[in-house]
């Protein structure tokens, strides 16, 4: 049985950094892409960014320069790093995994998804 769990979020002041991890288990974790997602209160859900298993990565705009992806095969786990926080990137950040290649900003590709962190930036 496949579960993806996340962690590390927590809150931090404008300018500040968090790192997220996330564990997928019960699968050959580099068959996978991993991606973050966020939503924010009253928005959709959104891609923030993705890893394929040969660590290839894709962004979104929003988050280019700030944060950054990566994944350790050996350990299973995919890490988020973001720095310069601002308070528009207050969100539940979740972690998905998917099989399907190439790997895709569409929430619809990804089988396995985590339960969310909460990630609070304040001004």
């Known amino acids: 049985q496949a579960q993806v769990v996340e962690s590390g979020g927590g809150s931090v002041q404008a300018g500040g950094s968090l790192r997220l991890s996330c564990t997928l288990s019960?699968?050959?974790?580099?068959?996978?892409?991993m991606a973050w997602f966020r939503q924010a209160p009253g928005k959709d859900r959104e891609f923030v960014l993705s890893?394929?298993?040969?660590?290839?990565?894709n962004y979104a705009d929003s988050v280019k320069g700030r944060f950054t992806i990566s994944r350790d095969n050996a350990k299973s786990t995919v890490y988020l790093e973001m720095n310069s926080l601002k308070p528009e990137d207050t969100a539940v950040y979740y972690c998905?995994?998917?099989?399907?290649?190439?790997?895709?900003?569409?929430?619809?590709?990804?089988?396995?998804w985590g339960q969310g962190t909460q990630v609070t930036v304040s001004s």
């Open positions: 890893i394929d298993g040969s660590s290839i990565s």
């Open positions: 998905a995994a998917s099989y399907h290649p190439p790997q895709s900003s569409l929430s619809e590709y990804y089988e396995f």
């Open positions: 019960g699968r050959a974790f580099i068959s996978y892409t």
